[in-house]
């Protein structure tokens, strides 16, 4: 393979300095090997040599919760979804994730390991992926799909996915041993109540510090660590004492609760554009009752506090968007969301490169420097100057992943819709 050259006006290479002036990427292999002033590196013979106006080059984005499987909010829909078409609607929602310039995700429940086993194949354009597969639920809590009519429904398709709930320390050690066995790369636990669920509040706490723990113990056993949904005070607490890696969404985080993430080094994925999400969601596709839009509307203000607290006190914040909620391929909304919560752009960008590949501990990914595997992406203008332009997708100019060419888009004029193609509904 040639070696791939990318020139550009800008480069910011995910680490926080500032950015560098007329720079350009070599790329040899699937990895970097050079970055730096394009006045300074040595083209190799051969190279492909890949400009435009204006553009910024900056490492491949990085989701840390997304659902590749899942399409939206609308419960009608859902049950009218043949569980087969929802599983094949990970194409389109995984292709259009991409094209946005996110390279890597961390799916956090419902796609089966098949997607990612397929997406590695080459059978279609993917970010790479790490899966969490089941959302693990105390009876009653977050992720149990029993309704309020009596029906089970599994909110998404069920495809080699374990049913999540379960109850009690026995319980859980063999339901992570069953959803490890299943291919999960993470444990999803919910410990606290949700805006989707019938039965709870955000602010309910869900399973014990001793059920947590036993997740957190089973999970280590096999180098796996633990991700959960917790909103509530008193879910944070529980989750971090018994060590769990990551809090997402963290909502109604408190004092005490951002002083024992700093204690322990866990991660925020605050998921500020999911409550905004769920609202538009209801609003424009409909099939959510009332009282779900109420937690929504009640949740999206103290959702935003707390996470501004949580910047300005110094938690380590890695990006994360809950697509699925909201559409795929919109994921880089999020940091115009992360700035208005009081980040500069430049550490809503490291938030989304550099701290995302430390949490999923690939110090190979989220910079830019020689040896990373190439995961890149160029825009048109600097984001510096304007974060919410990486959220247009007339922007994206370029996707590498692993070195090659995903996406070529420097033909495209903002007025052309984009060539990936939408999930589709049963109809
Ligand atoms: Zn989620």
Request: hydrophobic content about 45%; some cysteine.
């Amino acid at each position: 393979m040639s070696a791939l050259v990318i020139v550009a006006e800008r480069l910011i290479d995910g680490t926080g300095r500032d950015p560098l002036e007329r720079a350009a990427v070599v790329i040899e292999d699937g990895r970097i090997t050079a970055v730096g002033e394009r006045s300074s590196l040595t083209i190799p013979d051969g190279a492909d040599v890949l400009e435009d106006d204006d553009l910024t080059l900056l490492p491949g984005f990085m989701d840390m919760h997304v659902h590749l499987a899942s399409s939206g909010t609308n419960l009608v829909r859902i049950l009218m979804t043949p569980a087969s078409l929802a599983l094949l609607n990970s194409i389109p929602n995984s292709a259009r994730t991409l094209a946005a310039g996110v390279t890597t995700v961390r799916d956090a429940g419902h796609t089966p390991v098949g997607v990612r086993l397929a997406a590695e194949a080459g059978y279609f354009p993917a970010p790479r992926m790490e899966l969490a597969i089941s959302l693990l639920s105390q009876t009653g809590g977050h992720g149990d799909d029993l309704m309020p009519c009596g029906a089970r429904v599994g909110l998404t398709m069920n495809v080699d996915v374990p049913h999540g709930v379960v109850d009690g320390v026995d319980g859980m050690r063999r339901k992570v041993r069953q959803v490890l066995q299943a291919g999960a790369d993470w444990i999803k636990l919910c410990t606290s109540g949700g805006v989707l669920s019938p039965g709870d509040l955000p602010d309910h706490a869900q399973f014990s510090v001793d059920e947590i723990r036993t997740a957190v113990e089973e999970a280590a056993v096999v180098g796996r660590r633990v991700m959960a949904h917790a909103m509530s005070p008193a879910g944070i607490r529980n989750s971090l004492l018994a060590g769990v890696t990551s809090i997402e969404h963290g909502c109604l985080l408190d004092e005490e609760g951002i002083a024992l993430m700093k204690e322990k080094g866990a991660y925020l994925v605050p998921t500020l554009v999911a409550p905004g999400d769920v609202i538009e969601g209801a609003m424009t596709s409909g099939g959510l009752p009332p009282e779900m839009i109420a937690k929504a509307e009640r949740i999206g203000a103290l959702h935003r506090a707390a996470v501004s607290a949580a910047i300005a006190s110094g938690v380590k914040i890695a990006m994360g968007t809950d697509a699925a909620v909201g559409p795929h391929g919109a994921n880089l909304r999020e940091l115009g969301e992360m700035v208005r919560c009081g980040m500069t752009p430049m550490q809503a960008i490291v938030a989304s490169t550099r701290v995302p590949a430390d949490l999923l501990r690939r110090p190979d990914l989220g910079t830019l420097a020689p040896g990373k595997l190439a995961d890149l992406v160029a825009v048109r203008g600097d984001p510096l100057a304007d974060i919410d332009s990486l959220a247009d997708p007339a922007h994206i100019r370029l996707v590498v992943k692993d070195g090659r060419v995903a996406y070529d888009f420097r033909n495209r004029s903002a007025a052309q819709p984009s060539s990936v193609s939408s999930p589709r509904a049963a109809s």
